[in-house]
């Protein structure tokens, strides 16, 4: 059985007050029932910690870097970020995918140097629309799976968010059926490199245009395990209904 995870990415959003957020986020009474997780900027990440204290709601990161220290000016390190408190980090976001040109096989080293810490690895994948249009989406998904996850991954370990990057931030959401056809195809893709135990573990989130309107039909489509969340988890008022609505799915 698949525990459900709303993730919240909140990109370069937020500063000291907007933290305050996090104390409705705590209250949640759902917050027993499913995994809460705000990932905000690097600079928050200490602070979100210990103001959220024991309450179930983890903090991730953004991104890291594939080596533990080293002259990479300006970027930090999984073992960083786990000092800190977070337990896990979006990896391949398609925003840092395009406009930091990282590659699958980049991300699949950051990804192991986030496992080999102790955190949760969330690898992003998604298709453009021209890509869509174009050619055929899952030999892009499949192509972006199997080369952006690590051997040895298991479900404690790794999150594979399916986020069409037509989706992100455009208040555009693919019809189910085309979130399940992925969904399902990344799942028995799973199944077949890791096994049937391993792969059937791993949880996989939705991402794009996920609002308090729509979350309820999305959470009903097959192999949605939950979702990642931009612009809606900036405020707790938008985040929170979207939480009811993963745990009642
Ligand atoms: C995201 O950036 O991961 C995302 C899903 O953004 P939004 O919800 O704003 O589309």
Not at 17 to 31: F, K, Q, R, S, Y
Not at 190 to 200: I, Q
Not at 218 to 231: E, Q, R, W
């Amino acid at each position: 059985m698949r525990r459900k995870l709303a993730a919240g990415n909140w990109k370069m959003n937020g500063d000291k007050v907007a933290l305050a957020e996090l104390d409705t986020l705590a209250n949640t009474p759902e917050a027993t029932e499913i995994d809460i997780l705000v990932c905000p900027p690097a600079t928050l990440i200490d602070a979100a910690v210990t103001r959220l204290g024991t309450a179930p709601v983890a903090v991730g990161a953004q991104d890291c870097h594939a080596e533990t220290t080293g002259a990479y000016t300006g970027d930090l390190s999984a073992a960083m970020l786990a000092d800190v408190g977070a337990t896990a980090v979006i990896l391949g976001h398609s925003e840092r995918r395009a406009l930091h040109h990282e590659t699958s096989e980049a991300i699949r080293e950051k990804a192991r140097a986030a496992q080999a810490q102790g955190l949760m690895a969330i690898i992003c994948l998604g298709e453009s629309e021209f890509q869509r249009e174009a050619t055929n989406t899952l030999d892009i998904i499949g192509a972006q799976l199997s080369l952006s996850v690590p051997d040895g991954s298991t479900g404690l370990n790794l999150v594979v968010a399916y986020e069409p990057v037509w989706a992100i931030g455009t208040g555009r959401v693919p019809h189910p059926d085309q979130i399940g056809e992925v969904h399902d195809f990344i799942r028995a893709r799973l199944e077949r490199r890791f096994g049937a135990g391993v792969g059937r573990s791993v949880r996989l989130l939705y991402g794009g245009s996920v609002k308090p309107a729509n979350a309820a039909d999305i959470f009903a489509v097959s192999n949605v395990d939950g979702a990642l969340v931009g612009g809606a988890s900036l405020t707790a008022g938008d985040f929170r209904p979207i939480i009811s609505a993963l745990a009642q799915a």
